[in-house]
């Protein structure tokens, strides 16, 4: 694959979406270890998150697959439940309780 030549505007993006992206997530962790209310906050909210199970994902195989000795044929539609992760109760200890601690 050939590589494109970076012009000078692309540098400049490239650069500033870097520093910003570093200088925001560098505010973001500072605040919230100052803040230790809004981390707890937080720990409530992705609980309940996993729990209500939100979306699933669709997407299309590029090519056959195997699981679990089966074949998912290409160009077929795949759905994940995500609620089949965040439920599981090989991962979860208590999987339908809200436990956000």
Do not use: C
Request: no cysteine; net charge positive; proline share 3%.
């Amino acid at each position: 694959m050939k590589k494109r030549k970076e012009k000078g505007e692309d540098r400049r993006k490239n650069h500033l979406s870097h520093w910003t992206i570093t200088a925001t997530s560098s505010v973001a962790i500072k605040l919230l270890a100052e803040h230790a209310l809004v981390m707890q906050e937080l720990v409530v909210i992705n609980e309940a998150l996993r729990i209500s199970g939100g979306v699933g994902i669709l997407r299309r195989t590029k090519q056959d697959i195997q699981v679990n000795g089966y074949t998912i044929p290409k160009d077929w539609s795949v759905f994940l439940f995500s609620s089949a992760v965040f439920m599981n109760p090989d991962i979860y200890k208590d999987h339908l309780a809200f436990n956000p601690w």
